[in-house]
T-cell receptor
Framework: SQELEQSPQSLIVQEGKNLTINCTSS?????LYWYKQKYGEGLIFLMM?????EEKSHEKITAKLDEKKQQSSLHITASQPSHAGIYLC?????????????FGQGTILTVHP | KAGVTQTPRYLIKTRGQQVTLSCSPI?????VSWYQQTPGQGLQFLFE???????NKGNFPGRFSGRQFSNSRSEMNVSTLELGDSALYLC????????????FGQGTRLTVV
């Protein structure tokens, strides 16, 4: 079965600093999703990547999928307290894994003003 | 466009009881997946429904069941509740196609006492 490992597990940064969260898969990624979650709440969709080398940006968040489609990174530029939360990567295994996303354990981001 | 709606947001049940959770997907989405999130296990896939048919199922006991109606709304049921069933239950809806965006609801927080 597919496994996703996120690093780091937690991150504390000062407001205005840049940061990167990584997500590494044990198998080829057919679809890689990034979500943000506030504790106890639902997952907020950030981005989905499918193609090797693909890069997407939304506001100050950029996500990339490497050429081999086994690793993705999420980069936040000039972090703000509103960026704080849990970031989760989820993978679609493709084939007959209908609707099933496998998630990493999450990265807890704290941004100090 | 309305998002994914889960009801109720919070539930407290007693061991041995049963519970039904509801999920209304985004209009036009026919795939609904259910996940259980706990601090120890993270996000785990329960099952997925598409056009009233269960297409995929995770590794959960038979006490966990679900169904989907013709309007794509889905319910999940947990019978004979155990303390370990306390969790945040999330549903996700997806549009047509294998690699489409998956949007999550706010979740239902179930506490079993």
């Amino acid at each position: 079965s597919q496994e996703l490992e996120q690093s780091p597990q937690s991150l504390i940064v000062q407001e205005g600093k840049n940061l990167t969260i990584n997500c590494t898969s044990s198998k080829t990624l057919y679809g890689l999703y990034w979500y943000k979650q506030k504790y106890g709440e639902g997952l907020i969709f950030l981005m989905m990547l499918q193609k090797g080398g693909e890069e997407k940006s939304h506001e100050k968040i950029t996500a990339k999928l490497d050429e081999k489609k086994q690793q993705s990174s999420l980069h936040i530029t000039a972090s703000q307290p509103s960026h704080a939360g849990i970031y989760l990567c989820g993978a679609d295994a493709g084939g007959t894994s209908y609707g099933k996303l496998t998630f990493g354990q999450g990265t807890i981001l704290t941004v100090h003003p | 466009k309305a998002g994914v709606t889960q009801t109720p947001r919070y539930l407290i049940k007693t061991r041995g009881q049963q519970v039904t959770l509801s999920c209304s997907p985004i209009s036009g989405h026919r795939s609904v997946s259910w996940y259980q999130q706990t601090p120890g296990q993270g996000l785990q896939f329960l099952f997925e429904y598409f056009s009233e048919t269960q297409r995929n199922k995770g590794n959960f006991p038979g006490r966990f069941s679900g169904r989907q109606f013709s309007n794509s709304r889905s319910e999940m049921n947990v019978s004979t509740l155990e303390l370990g069933d306390s969790a945040l239950y999330l549903c996700a809806s997806k549009g047509m196609g294998t690699n489409t965006e998956a949007f999550f609801g706010q979740g239902t927080r179930l506490t079993v006492v």
